[in-house]
Structures are given as C-alpha cells and as structure tokens.
C-alpha cells in the first residue's frame, strides 16, 4: 500500500499512464465518500490503484481509516472478480485471526464482496530509499528507525508465528510501517499463509509449507536490518543475511520466470517506464475523478 503518512490533497489522483485493464477497477475508481459505523468518511488521498487493489485513506468526525479494494475489473476479456473476493476474504480472516496482537491494524469491517476497511496507522514505511535522518554507515547513507524498531519487529513476527501464520510478505520494506510511536507495524496481509485445521492445516505437508513460510520470514527479518540498521549487526551477521536459505532459492527460481514473463507483458501493455510499483501514486502525478465503484 506504500506509506500511511503525509495523506494530503482533496481529490482521488489517477496514474495517468496505467491503461484501465491494469488498475484493480479498470476504469472505475474509489468512491469519494463511505459509510462506516453509521459514520461518513471523506477521500483524502488515493495511496495505490494497481492490478490487484485500490488502497485509500479516508477522513471523517470519528477519525481515520484505510479502504482496500481488491480486483474486480476483467483482464484481456478474463473475468477476475473471483480473485478480488478470494484476496479480501484471506485478508480479513487474517486481520481478524491476528486480532489483538500489537502491530496488526484492526479490521473494522468488510466492504462489498471485495473490500475491507481497517485502521489507519501514522507513520511512514520503512525505506531506505526514503530516509527521513541519513546516516552514514561505512560509505552507505541508511534511514534512522529506533533503536529496539527491529527487535519489536522481531517480536511482531513471532505472534504472527505464533499463531501458525506465517506473513510471507516481509521482503519489501514498503510493507513494514514505522509508526509515529516509533513501533514497528504490518499493515498488507493479502498473501499472509494460513491453512486453517479444517482443511488439513494440522498435516504434515501443510506444517512443512508453514515452517518454510516462517523461516522466509525471519530470513527477511535480518535483511530490513542488514538495509535500515546495519550498524546493529556485526561483520558475520551482515555476511550471513546474504545468504539465502535453500527454500528462498528455490522460490526464487520457481517463480522469476514468471516474473519476468509478467513484466514483458505489462512493459507491452504499459510501456510508461515509470519507476517503481505501477499503480502507486506519486504525488506529482494529474489528478482525475471518473465513474465510482459500486
């Protein structure tokens, strides 16, 4: 979803390179206001619009809060509408099954088939390319986060864990927001692994997929701190977080050709170069209003 801090401006912005059939609404967008709680909340800024969701941040009398929308638009004649109520229900039992435990934003309902509204944390994600104070550490500038931000983050995981999930989604520092409090916060659950009990979750295969999950995880643990603290680790932690346990590679070498296939079709479809994510909003970028999603 990108950073949760600095929401400004009053109308819901569009990237205007990204063709239709690559935003999760095609050519519908968010609507301009919700109701919540018998409570009316107001667009304020748009964070994302890309293949598989619409994320935005919404402002009323009761405060704020995030609406998520997942795909509904067709793709080259493919209808994919199953897809976003499949994304929105994993996301929401995920939220609901973490409820409680610190670091998790609180759903506050579903939306639709394919949406959920939770809440809104301030802050700002963990990036390096956007350091706030930088530091210099050996010839490398890395953004300041608190001392104990990795530990609690550390911390965060292990709950997750602990509740035989395991969050999968830990490799991109946009996923993890460093809270104005200074705590570490997860906010993007949509991939999160679960297999509940119900469906063989207590079996051997799915325990082998879980543990493998969870081992990603704190693999990736290390590597926010190698890129956001390394001065907390010493010479032989840095040279271990490089090397990647045989379970990454493998993923790794299943699915970069899919990968790369994805980006050849997309670079066809979308040919814009723009940097970064597609479907991420830039601050910069023309506003435009067009026909609301239902």
Not at 194 to 218: E, N, V
């Amino acid at each position: 979803m990108g950073s949760e801090s600095n929401a400004k401006g009053s109308s819901p912005p569009l990237v205007r390179q990204t063709p239709p059939s690559l935003r999760a609404l095609g050519r519908r967008s968010l609507p301009s206001i919700i109701e919540v709680d018998g409570q009316s909340y107001s667009q304020v800024r748009l964070f994302k619009n890309d293949f598989f969701a619409a994320t935005a941040l919404y402002e009323g009398p009761a405060g704020k809060v995030i609406l998520k929308v997942q795909r509904q638009a067709s793709f080259l004649l493919i209808p994919l509408g199953w897809v976003g109520r499949l994304l929105a229900a994993r996301e929401a039992a995920a939220l609901n099954r973490l409820s409680g435990v610190p670091g998790v934003p609180r759903l506050i309902e579903r939306w639709g088939r394919t949406g959920i509204v939770r809440e809104y944390i301030e802050g700002r994600t963990l990036s390096p390319r956007q350091p706030p104070t930088p530091v210099s550490v050996g010839a490398r500038l890395t953004s300041v986060v608190p001392d104990d931000f990795h530990e609690r983050l550390r911390e965060l995981i292990e709950s997750i864990h602990a509740r035989d999930m395991a969050y999968v989604d830990l490799e991109k520092c946009e996923n993890v927001l460093v809270g104005d409090d200074g705590r570490p916060y997860l906010f993007d659950f949509q991939i999160a692994w679960y297999w509940p009990r119900r469906w063989g979750g207590d079996l051997l295969p799915a325990r082998l997929l879980r543990q493998w999950f969870q081992a990603g995880d704190r693999y990736h643990l290390i590597k926010q701190q190698r890129r956001t603290r390394p001065d907390q680790l010493t010479a032989e932690a840095r040279a271990e977080s490089y090397a990647k346990p045989w379970f990454v590679r493998v993923h790794h070498f299943i699915t970069r050709p899919f990968t790369r296939a994805r980006r050849a079709v997309l670079n066809r479809i979308d040919p814009s170069g723009k940097r970064g994510e597609r479907g991420r909003i830039d601050e910069n970028e023309v506003a435009g209003v067009i026909k609301q999603c239902p």
